[in-house]
């Protein structure tokens, strides 16, 4: 496994490798790495000749500094899980490398980018697509791999392939969880025990959610989910919705459309947690 530090360096190295008419999939990360990331890189490890990995933690994404500040940073241990699950190539560049300048692209993804996370969040997605465009032109990949558990995320993505005419192949891969439930994310390692003990109850809400499903309305649904995990403590409710996977606008009735997916996202003491599932 070869890890580089400077964009010239591994846009030498990719040329080369695609001069030789190898694939290249590639995932993107912030680090703190869990198996979520590591099965994004397994999918990749199958579908291609070489995979890369970026860990870069990326500023302009986040609204709260000192959610910035606090995000784990775990190169060391990083490298050696990815170097066990067959990685080729990581990408890990420093700010200044990926911003010498001061940022000036700016995307309009619609309501994509109003809805959710785009609406508690202002300027994330901007922010996310603004990295994703340069990572994608630095590292150059035939596929990308994105999990799930980031829908909305997943969705922007897609949006700015599209609309910036990138010649990739946006894969997005199921959510990977712990045996009780909790969407693994870097940020669970922040959770105290006892907020860890709470956390699996986002999973136990939405599975109910699922259940009942089209068995009753959904404001109904929706109340039900707000109660139980607002029963829990330190737990404090960003958002519940029920939205056409399509477009992540909310449905007020079960027969609008066939794609229906249902999304939490709360605060548990100091950390934010999201998740989702396909109703």
């Known amino acids: 496994m070869e890890i580089y530090s400077r964009i010239r360096d591994i846009q030498a190295k990719v040329r080369e490798l695609k001069a030789e008419g190898l694939s290249i999939g590639y995932v993107p990360t912030m680090g703190a790495l869990h198996e979520g990331h590591i099965s994004l890189l397994r999918r990749s490890d199958e579908e291609n000749n070489i995979s890369v990995c970026s860990i870069f933690v990326n500023p302009i994404q986040f609204n709260n500094q000192i ?3 606090k995000y784990p940073r775990t190169l060391k241990e990083d490298s050696e899980k990815l170097d066990k699950a067959n990685c080729d190539i990581v990408f890990a560049p420093s700010v200044d490398e990926m911003y010498p300048d001061k940022v000036s692209e700016s995307y309009d993804f ?6 959710m996370e785009g609406a508690l969040r202002p300027g994330h997605f901007n922010g996310v697509a603004v990295v994703v465009k340069r990572l994608f032109d630095i590292c150059m990949p035939d596929k990308a791999y994105f999990g799930e558990k980031d829908f909305q995320q997943l969705m922007v993505i897609r ?8 010649p990739v192949k946006i894969i997005g891969c199921p959510i990977i969880r712990e ?4 969407a693994m994310s870097s940020r669970n390692v922040r959770l105290t025990p006892g907020e860890r003990r709470i956390a699996p109850e986002i999973f136990k809400t ?4 699922k259940e009942k499903a089209g068995k009753k309305n959904i404001k109904e649904i929706l109340t039900e989910a707000e109660n139980q995990l607002e029963q829990h403590p330190g737990v404090k409710i960003d958002y519940i ?13 079960w027969d609008e459309t066939d794609n229906i997916r249902a999304f939490v ?7 934010r947690l999201i998740d989702n599932m396909k109703l």
Do not use: C, H, R, W
């Not at 949006?159 to 990138?166: D, F, T």
């Not at 045996?179 to 909790?182: K, R, S, V």
């Open 179 to 182: 045996p009780d439930g909790l």
């Open 241 to 253: 919705q029920i939205v056409d996977e399509s477009t992540l606008v909310p449905i007020t009735n």
């Open 206 to 209: 939405l599975d109910m959610m």
């Open 265 to 271: 996202a709360l605060f548990l003491g100091e950390v």
């Open 67 to 69: 959610d910035l500040e």
């Open 110 to 115: 619609g309501l994509l980018e109003k809805l």
């Open 159 to 166: 949006a700015l392939v599209k609309q910036e005419n990138i």
